[in-house]
């Protein structure tokens, strides 16, 4: 079995061109976004534990009684849900006879040691960098688009023929998640139907009519709860934003939104006060991964929430786990490893509203 890292078919050593690592260029790739940004993340959580949530009191205040008043035994209303996490892992090995006549030669060890590649630029500058941004993007993958029921099209699913569907099933992610709750409450729906039009090219066009009214329709949907957080938030697809954008220019006066870059690709507006979070990680995910060969499947999609009310729960200390990178002096083979366990959660049904 081949080693993991470059697919070096590709990359020829002695060509005039590359003859040490350094000196590769990185290809354009979306970048990962920081999960922390996106999600509410609940470190060292075990599956079955706890979420307990503390709302508020009901209404108080009657008109006085003077002395001797009647007390109440009024509560604050409380909800408890359950965290189902999942494991993975990923493990990857790597052979220094798959990789010597590569131009990764010029930084290899010598003699004796020429198998080990845990100090070495190949390592440090190349695949671990790579494999970082690889797991960053199965959190996001896993946590907004995870569906343990998941499948392709030609078995009744939402995923491209072809796609390994065990890349999604590990858990019920957000949008999963938020499915199932919009079937019992329809209200915490708003449809765009340029979603359901039979062509790419018709889903992209007919939604740069259709993006003002979603966003009005989704925050005239929103709870009073909702309206009065002071972290309500819309997360939006890069093709959300782009829509919104270009029916601004073309049908309001001009109008411009002002967007601040965060990072990653993360952008930032507001809307009515609202602040506006694009996500191109999502349109890389649903373009790539759902759809048919003809149309997308729910290419243009938002949540209106609050920062708080997206979760992810990670059994380690932090949302990212650590690589343990180590050389078998046995099998002279250079392993890396990584697990944890993970789930995601809507933690209050009543402070979203969603479109797709």
């Not at 976004?33 to 009191?57: A, C, T």
């Not at 890349?167 to 992610?173: P, R, V």
């Not at 649903?286 to 938002?302: D, W």
């Amino acid at each position: 079995m081949a080693s993991a890292g470059l697919y070096f078919s590709n990359i020829t050593p002695d060509n005039g061109a590359v003859r040490e690592i350094n000196r590769l260029v990185f290809k354009d790739v979306l970048q990962a976004d920081r999960i922390g940004s996106l999600l509410n993340v609940f470190p060292r959580v075990f599956n079955g534990d706890k979420l307990d949530l503390v709302g508020e009191f009901g209404l108080l205040g009657k008109a006085s009684t003077g002395c001797s008043p009647e007390y109440g035994n009024d509560t604050i209303n409380t909800e408890e849900k359950t965290w189902a996490l999942a494991a993975w892992q990923i493990a990857e090995q790597i052979c220094w006879d798959d990789i010597k006549g590569t131009l990764v030669k010029y930084s290899m060890n010598t003699g004796t040691d020429i198998a080990d590649l845990t100090a070495n630029d190949y390592l440090d500058e190349i695949v671990v960098p790579r494999l970082e941004l690889a797991i960053m993007k199965m959190y996001i993958r896993l946590a907004f688009f995870g569906d343990t029921s998941a499948d392709t099209t030609a078995n009744g699913g939402i995923l491209k023929v072809g796609t390994d569907k065990t890349y999604f099933t590990l858990l019920n992610g957000i949008w999963k998640q938020i499915y199932t709750i919009v079937s019992g409450d329809a209200t915490k729906r708003v449809t765009i139907s340029a979603n359901a039009e039979a062509t790419k090219a018709a889903q992209i066009n007919n939604m740069a009519s259709q993006a003002v009214d979603t966003l009005n329709d989704m925050i005239a949907a929103a709870s009073p709860a909702l309206r009065q957080a002071s972290d309500q938030i819309i997360y939006v697809t890069q093709s959300f934003a782009d829509a919104l954008e270009t029916q601004l220019l073309a049908s309001y006066y001009g109008s411009e939104l002002h967007w601040q870059s965060l990072f990653g690709g993360i952008r930032e507006t507001s809307y009515r006060g609202i602040r506006i979070r694009v996500i191109p990680m999502w349109d890389e995910i649903i373009q790539s991964y759902e759809g048919t060969t003809t149309a997308f499947n729910l290419p243009h999609r938002a949540i209106y929430t609050t920062e708080r009310n997206l979760a992810l729960g990670v059994n380690g200390f932090d949302e990212f786990a650590t690589l343990d990178i180590f050389f078998d002096q046995t099998t002279r083979l250079n392993h890396i490893y990584a697990t944890d366990q993970m789930g995601a959660m809507v933690i209050d049904s009543n402070m979203f509203v969603a479109a797709y």
